[in-house]
């Protein structure tokens, strides 16, 4: 898989080294193991808050790189597209996949051995399966009230 991910310009083990709030902006973005979970479309209940993790990916989201197609202008394309920042990981963590790198972090947990921080490859997420690649439909082939049909176990 390709990885459109800088991480050549990264202090050594920043992540356990640095809070969030003081990391440069490439190491904030090398925490992403590109495993494209947070592209998503999900459905919350209600009343328990719980999170429900559909195999139907935002518009934007491209398989082929399982990245967002359109990174620098996601937040104009899709305006439900969250941007992470150190500010509102405290607002956003819980519906984050329990294996992203930004909520164990805020979460005071270590990165899974997989991890390319860790693994030095970044093939080692896909040789985990945890990566969305070859597994989403678009939303624009769905009829979005039929969202629920498209839920997904194994992501929490
Ligand atoms: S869930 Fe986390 S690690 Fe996975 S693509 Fe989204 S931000 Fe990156
Ligand atoms: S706009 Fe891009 S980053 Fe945001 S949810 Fe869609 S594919 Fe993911």
Known sequence: MKTPIDRSDI??????THALEDLSRPEWEALCDGC?????LKL?????????YTNIACRLFDEATCSCG?????RQIVAGCVVLT???IARTAYWMPSTCAYRLLFEGKPLFDWHPLISGDT??????GLT????T???????QDDLEDYIIEGIV
């Open 11 to 16: 202090r050594p083990k920043f992540w356990e």
């Open 36 to 40: 494209g979970r947070c592209c998503l």
């Open 44 to 52: 919350e209940d209600e009343d328990s808050g719980e999170i429900a």
């Open 70 to 74: 359109n990174y620098a202008l996601r």
């Open 86 to 88: 150190p500010e509102n």
């Open 123 to 128: 093939q080692s997420v896909a040789a985990a």
């Open 132 to 135: 969305m690649q070859g597994k």
């Open 137 to 143: 439909i678009p939303e624009y082939d769905i009829d």
